[in-house]
């Protein structure tokens, strides 16, 4: 497989990730976060299942739709869980809540990475020259982490009370500088701006 047909048997995950972005911005207001992150949380692991038989010949196309299903997963993960984060966050404790996120993402993303290469490269050295089955070995962990997490999502409550960042920005009627916000019955939620009496 050349560079140029990898790189087109990757895209899908890609154009996956941005549909999913798109679907969140369309829906985060009239659905839980919370529903959106397990929803994006069982699509990846929809999508990753059948890398775990990479060692099988799998089609090109199934890999496509995976990583398909990955990416629009991907997706709908990402925005949610910063709503849910920053609706439980006072307004002045935001900037450290933003670096803290920032952080936990770096270093996790770098742990996972380091954990997995090492299972990987286990794997690698059990199986020989079966290189693929060596990955399918490790998208099985892969997997299992996902289900893991799929779990703990189930088990967090969601929060879209009026404390926090989202109920602030609600009492003021949306973001400074943007459209005040809209509830999901399409009501206008009550501002402080309408409660103030004008001699």
């Not at 087109?8 to 839980?32: M, Y």
């Not at 920032?102 to 996972?112: A, E, I, K, R």
Request: with cysteine; aromatic share 6%; charged share 15%.
């Amino acid at each position: 497989m050349s560079a140029w047909e990898a790189g087109l048997l990757l895209a899908p995950q890609g154009l996956g990730a941005a549909a999913g972005s798109v679907l969140v911005n369309r829906t985060i207001n009239k659905a839980v976060p919370r529903t959106l992150v397990v929803a994006g949380i069982v699509l990846i692991l929809i999508g990753t299942a059948p890398f775990t038989q990479l060692g099988h010949d799998l089609p090109d196309t199934v890999i496509a739709a995976s990583l398909a299903l990955r990416g629009i997963g991907i997706g709908m993960v990402g925005a949610p869980v910063m709503n849910i984060v920053y609706s439980r966050t006072e307004p002045e404790q935001l900037p450290r809540a933003s670096g803290a996120l920032n952080l936990l993402n770096t270093v996790g993303g770098s742990v996972g990475t380091a954990a997995h290469a090492v299972v990987l490269q286990n794997r690698l050295s059990a199986r020989g020259p079966d290189v693929p089955a060596a990955f399918g070995d490790t998208f099985w962990r892969v997997l299992g982490f996902c289900q893991f997490r799929r779990r703990g999502g189930h088990e967090t409550a969601p929060d879209r009370g009026e404390g926090g960042v989202m109920g602030a920005r609600r009492s003021r009627g949306g973001l400074a500088g943007g459209p005040p916000f809209v509830t999901p019955t399409g009501q206008r939620p009550f501002t402080a701006k309408s409660s103030v009496h004008r001699p």
